[in-house]
């Protein structure tokens, strides 16, 4: 157990809607960052937050928006779903010198 | 262009013996740091191992060592005596330490390690 938690574990909906990913980083740990693997793209970075800015921005689609909250957790909010967003979402919590991964939100979109 | 570049889609191994996962990276930055994850199966993504651009030392986890070449740009991941465990896909990352710290990984490498 890694100490990130996220939920949902799967998520199932359908195109052109919205969804919401949830993710507490570990205790302690300010940094936390957003992937999105999917078969044909890989593991793709999207965002990073520290103590509640944005520091890092990597391939976020502008349909794509995340915070992170005073007390550290963070949401990445996904609109207007497309058939392509399906993927395997990772938060991720960082003390600089490790970075730990929770368990996923899978997404589905039909 | 590519930042991190793993040119071993997929590696086989006998158990107990060591192998070793090529990495190699490209930055112009001087601060970085470089990491190793293993991805099992079952999807969970497992922090094995860093490196930061200034340590000297190679980083050792364990079974898992980092051979870094900076020079070369090469960060190898060798796990020593392979148990039937380690059969995985191994991903190469590499953070940019700008403002922020934005993160880069490779296509990974498949190992499946054999009885």
């Known amino acids: 157990d890694s100490g990130v938690t996220q939920t949902p574990k799967h998520l199932i909906t359908a195109t052109g809607q919205r969804v919401t990913l949830r993710c507490s980083p570990r205790s302690g740990d300010l940094s936390v960052y957003w992937y999105q693997q999917s078969l044909d793209q890989g593991l793709q970075f999207l965002i990073q937050y520290y103590n509640g800015e944005e520091r890092a921005k990597g391939n976020i689609l502008e349909r794509f928006s995340a915070q992170q909250f005073p007390d550290l957790h963070s949401e990445l909010n996904l609109s207007s779903l497309e058939l392509g967003d399906s993927a395997l979402y990772f938060c991720a919590s960082s003390n600089y010198n490790e970075q730990f991964f929770g368990p996923g939100t899978r997404l589905t979109v039909l | 262009a590519q930042k991190i570049t793993q040119t071993q889609p997929g590696m086989f191994v006998q158990e107990k013996e060591a192998v070793t996962l090529d990495c190699t990276y490209d930055t112009s930055d001087q601060s970085y740091g470089l990491f190793w994850y293993k991805q099992p199966s079952s999807g969970e993504m497992i922090f094995l191992i860093y490196q930061g651009s200034y340590d000297e030392q190679n980083a050792t986890e364990g079974r898992y060592s980092l051979n870094f070449q900076k020079a070369r740009k090469s960060a190898n991941l060798v796990i020593s005596a392979s148990q039937l465990g380690d059969s995985a896909m191994y991903f190469c990352?590499?953070?940019?330490?700008?403002?922020?710290?934005?993160?880069?990984f490779g296509p990974g490498t498949r190992l499946s390690v054999l009885p």
């Open positions: 990352a590499m953070r940019e330490d700008n403002y922020g710290q934005n993160f880069v």
